[in-house]
Antibody, heavy 117, light 113 residues
């Protein structure tokens, strides 16, 4: 059974950096589309970024130039490097798996990122 | 970007009754070459991640009870729960995956009347 476990969230000051990790088991990260989706407190879902099986990456306009998605195939882990963090980046960040088409078949439990001074 | 608009924002239905949630996309998400609608539905219970219910607008994910069904085509879609159970209390989201960025509806909160 596919499992995703996110770590790395926490409280960070505006302008700071944070790296989120998503450890996968039960499937191979490099063979799937892997995304980050976030949810601000009490709000809806917002797609953040995707890395395709062929290494192509895409970002929401709201994070482009500040966030970088990557993966470590040897550790079967997905990452999100977040720089120049803003208060509006405060959210629970989920990693999610898509297989083939771009709907999300598996989700992690999420990790909370709070950007505040 | 494709804007997804759900209605209503919240809904209260009696146990055993039918619940209907609507989702409208700002442009067609029907791909003519394969005649598939690039629309998914998710259920999110309090404190939990979303769970995939429906994809391709009407295909039920494995393990999802058959009281959940999806319908619609082009720009207008519906999620129907035929007989509401207590465990169905949640927020429901539609999502288009026709183009990047994928986008979600704002969510519909379903409660028991």
């Amino acid at each position: 059974e596919a499992q995703l476990v996110e770590t790395g969230g926490g409280l960070i000051q505006p302008g700071g950096s944070l790296r989120l990790s998503c450890a996968a088991s039960g499937f191979t990260v490099s063979s799937n589309y892997m995304s980050w989706v976030r949810q601000a407190p009490g709000k809806g879902l917002e797609w953040v970024s995707v890395i395709y099986s062929g290494e192509s990456t895409y970002y929401a306009d709201s994070v482009k130039g500040r966030f970088t998605i990557s993966r470590d195939n040897s550790n079967n882990t997905l990452y999100l490097q977040m720089n120049s963090l803003r208060a509006e980046d405060t959210a629970v960040y989920y990693c999610a798996r898509s297989s083939g088409s771009y709907y999300f078949v598996s989700w992690g439990q999420g990790t909370l990122v709070t950007v505040s001074s | 970007d494709i804007v997804m608009t759900q209605s209503p924002d919240s809904l209260a239905v009696s146990l055993g009754e039918r619940a209907t949630i609507n989702c409208k996309s700002s442009q067609s998400i029907l791909y003519s070459s394969n005649n598939k609608n690039y629309l998914a539905w998710y259920q999110q219970k309090s404190g939990q991640p979303p769970k995939l219910l429906i994809y391709w607008a009407s295909t039920r994910e494995s393990g999802v009870p058959d009281r959940f069904s999806g319908s619609g085509s082009g720009t207008d879609f519906t999620l129907t729960i035929s007989s509401l159970q207590a465990e169905d209390v949640a927020v429901y989201y539609c999502q288009q995956y026709y183009i990047t960025p994928v986008t979600f509806g704002q969510g519909t909160r379903l409660e028991i009347k």
